[in-house]
């Protein structure tokens, strides 16, 4: 691991971001190109996160299952929106066995065909509805320019699906689900969102409306970081997914689908990393704790080791988090200096580091060290646990409140110019909460001229109190306030 300096994030963030995802050891570029290596590190965040999101889809009712990779490739084109959409990214396989396939293959760019194939099968009368799933899956998108975590060939992601007898359930189910992935993105990612309505521009190809959370990044950047689609029955009428109503008609099933990706895990990265590394809310640490003990001969080597592995077990067997217990390393390795030490591990970005040498075993305390705010404190080892406990909790709440005033303070609510904007997409970012007179030819537009999207139309409680009632770009009546921002 190399001991020089990271670029700093004012001098370039991109460069900043590639080299940290990199040195903290998150991923590694694979011999594919445009396909990553997940290492441990970055694994072991993924994993924190599955198991999250994994328990909120069970309580709300949801159950996993696995579909193949393969895909007929006439199944995308029965549904003409999503071909289109997804065409341009398809990767296809033509032959297999040393034969030309008869029929091409498409590899998963998406589960909604297949999945409603296979519905279609299962359901015959509403006594079957509502179909609550999810998978844990990878995707194949033959993305064109690639960046670690963030756009990829491959990634790994879960995708939900749904069937259901009505509209009002669909869209209840998409609303609900919105809803999920905003708690899982402020409680654990400690990121916080603006959740909203994709314009029809923006949503995704085959669905009937798509609701996204759109974080934002350290450089004034959105990043898409889950999305909620009601599918109306589109993909219903395609694959012939029908029931019989309780009065006796046959009727369409409404479907939803909703997913995020291990994109997250750059966005976990560029929320809340540093010039010095990462800094990993302690939710999804998969180490919260690293001990650190400190030695100049055998003697005391013996002493600290054995002190520190009694720590560990002290930690990790306290109860007062219920099954959740504190994760606790011991850095035990020898020839390397503790300076050295507390540099790994604060570019990989453990929440709290515990320094034990022979004063603090002789005075019964321990000097701690938040990554967060870098700042130590000597402690009493009587009652440690519980005040590690306490002090995870304060930053995964202090790391939230963190990055939810930089949002604030970079988010443009009193109108302004369509000159000004096209500064402020230009220069250092932001989000403009303005309006628009819903054309999409003005959205086009802006987009093309400044690289600038649409976010969303935010929810009540994002909006601006009194927003503005003309359009930004014409001066036309605003139809809606809608969040504009440059985006991953």
């Known amino acids: 691991m190399s001991d020089k300096a990271l670029t700093t994030r004012a001098a370039d963030f991109s460069a900043w971001y590639n080299e940290l995802v990199l040195r903290a050891e998150l991923a590694d570029y694979s011999p594919v190109r445009g396909c990553m290596v997940i290492r441990p590190n970055g694994y072991g965040i993924w994993e924190r996160m ?24 006439s199944f995308l084109h029965k549904e003409a ?14 032959h297999g066995g040393g034969k030309k396939l008869e029929e091409p293959l498409v590899v998963r760019p998406t589960s909604e065909t297949i999945i409603y194939s296979m519905f279609a099968k299962w359901v015959q009368s509403y006594r079957d509805l509502p179909i609550l799933m999810n998978q844990w899956a990878n995707v194949v998108r033959w993305e064109m320019r690639t960046r670690l975590f963030l756009r ?11 069937a259901h007898a009505t509209h009002d359930e669909a869209e209840a189910e998409a609303r609900q689900m919105l809803g999920v992935y905003r708690t899982f993105m402020e409680e654990y990612m400690a990121m916080p969102v603006v959740t909203g309505l994709k314009t029809q521009a923006e949503k995704f190809a085959g669905a009937l409306r798509t609701y996204s959370c759109e974080a934002m990044m ?6 898409q970081a889950g999305t909620s689609h009601n599918l109306g029955q589109n993909f219903a009428k395609a694959f012939d997914l029908t029931f019989q109503s309780e009065a006796g008609s046959i009727e369409h099933a409404w479907n939803t689908s909703w997913g995020t990706s291990t994109r997250m ?27 650190v003990p400190i030695w100049k001969s055998d003697e005391e080597r013996s002493r600290l080791l054995e002190a520190a592995q009694r720590l560990k077990t002290e930690l990790t067997g306290w109860g007062g988090r219920g099954e959740d217990r504190i994760r606790v390393h011991v850095d035990a390795r020898e020839g390397i200096k503790p300076g050295a030490k507390y540099y790994e591990w604060e570019l990989q970005g453990i929440p709290l580091r515990i320094e034990l040498g022979p004063r603090d075993l002789a005075n019964n305390a321990c000097m701690t060290a938040r990554r967060d705010t870098r700042t130590k404190a000597s ?24 990055a939810r005033e930089r949002r604030e303070a970079h988010s ?6 369509y000159d000004r904007f096209r500064e402020l997409m230009e220069g250092e970012g932001a989000f403009v909460y303005a309006g628009w007179n819903g054309d999409p030819a003005v959205e086009a537009r802006v987009k093309e001229e400044t690289k600038a999207t649409i976010r969303c139309i935010p929810e009540p409680e994002f909006r601006t109190p009194n927003g503005p009632t003309t359009c930004m770009v014409t001066g036309e009546p605003a139809q809606h306030q809608v969040v504009w921002a440059r985006a991953y």
């Open 50 to 73: 599955q198991r999250a999101l994994d328990g909120m889809f069970k309580e709300t009712g949801h159950r996993n299952a696995y579909f193949p990779l393969f895909i007929p490739e």
């Open 81 to 94: 929106e999503h071909v289109e959409g997804f065409a341009p990214e398809a990767a296809v396989v033509t």
């Open 152 to 162: 990829t060939l491959e990634f790994l992601w879960q995708e939900g699906h749904t």
């Open 218 to 223: 350290q450089d004034n950047k959105a990043l």
């Open 265 to 291: 895990i750059g966005g976990l990265v560029m929320t809340h990393g540093d010039d010095i590394g990462l800094r990993i809310p302690p939710k999804l640490a998969p180490v919260e704790v690293v001990i």
């Open 379 to 402: 402690l009493p080892m009587d009652g440690l646990p519980a005040t590690v406990a306490g002090l995870l909790d304060g930053m995964q709440r202090d790391m939230l409140t963190a």
């Open 412 to 417: 443009v609510r009193e109108p302004l110019s």
